[in-house]
Nanobody
């Protein structure tokens, strides 16, 4: 069984910063990729950023230069540093991981979601 635990959401003023962290635990053989998605009541869940096991990162254009995703392979953790936050960044942010477990089954896992609210 694999679990993703998120932390770091909250309320911040426009222009401020937040860091979201996500740790994977359980019967993990390999984490193929990890990342963050976000969702609002008016929009479908969308990719924010992801990082492969080799450290290759992917960002949505609107976040390039403002968000930085990093990964600690030893701790099975990814952290999303979000700077210059805008009200339109307000959403529930979900951690996602593509994981091969100890029985060599590969699957997609999700965290419970953490709220980020940016006030104007």
């Amino acid at each position: 069984q694999v679990t993703l635990v998120e932390s770091g959401g909250g309320l911040v003023q426009a222009g401020g910063s937040l860091t979201l962290s996500c740790t994977a635990s359980g019967t993990i053989f390999r984490i193929n990729s990890m990342g963050w998605y976000r969702q609002t009541p008016k929009k479908q869940r969308e990719l924010v950023s992801s990082i492969t096991s080799g450290g290759v990162t992917n960002y949505v254009d609107s976040e390039k230069g403002r968000f930085t995703l990093s990964r600690d392979n030893a701790k099975n953790t990814v952290s999303l540093q979000m700077n210059s936050l805008k009200p339109e960044d307000t959403a529930v942010y979900y951690c996602n991981a593509d994981i091969t477990d100890s029985w060599y089954r590969r699957d997609d896992y999700w965290g419970q979601g953490t709220q980020v609210t940016v006030s104007s």
